[in-house]
């Protein structure tokens, strides 16, 4: 199946610094790639859609100048937390969905294994 | 806007017991519909879903799920509860003229021996 891979898996960092998360579709091209936080105890948030070789699109509430993303290549999606502080702990999950016309069709994502993020 | 209800966040149930998860939509057309579940720090892993062909769909580790339309329900189940299926499940819409995943609140499965 295919296979949708996150680095790093668990990131500690200091409060100011930034992050930066990696996202990657290891057997099939992806042209959209989600971002997606997760609270403890809590749903999904979708944060950011990003499409490869354009600017992403965010949801209501989420800022863009602070959740960097870039989809540079049909294969890697990257988040940037910039200037972390501990409120954004949090568990960031992204997905991928193959480029349109694949064996797999368009209606299903695939799921990182996630990026727990830690700030002190 | 679409939106998708899980009934009880928490379930338990005994070893060998029924499972059943509840999920409610609302969608005045039938999306895809989806169950995932997440053991403790990883990501979701797809279960199984629903793509408009039979509405009894069968999905991995001996779970399934019915989609009634009269119901707009997608209830998930698994005849005899292993103590390997604790997780939290969560439920899934996708739009069939939409470009995102709505989740619901999700349901923490828990298995007492």
Known sequence: ?????????????KS?????????SLDFQ???MFWYRQFPKKSLM????SNEGSKATYEQGVEKDKFLINHASLTLSTLTVTSAHPEDSSFYICSAREASGGVRGTDTQYFGPGTRLTVL | AQSVTQLGSHV????GALVLLRCNYSSSVPPYLFWYVQYPNQGLQLLLKYTSAATLVKGIN???AEFKKSETSFHLTKPSAHMSDAAEYFC???PNTGNQFY???GTSLTVIP
């Open chain 2, 12 to 15: 338990s149930v005994s070893e």
């Open chain 1, 16 to 24: 100011g610094t930034s992050v930066k998360i990696e996202c990657r």
């Open chain 1, 30 to 32: 992806a042209t959209t």
């Open chain 2, 62 to 64: 001996g779970f399934e």
């Open chain 2, 92 to 94: 899934a819409v996708y």
């Open chain 2, 103 to 105: 989740f619901g609140t």
């Open chain 1, 46 to 49: 979708l944060m950011a859609t």
């Open chain 1, 1 to 13: 199946g295919a296979v949708v891979s996150q680095h790093p898996s668990r990131v500690i960092c």
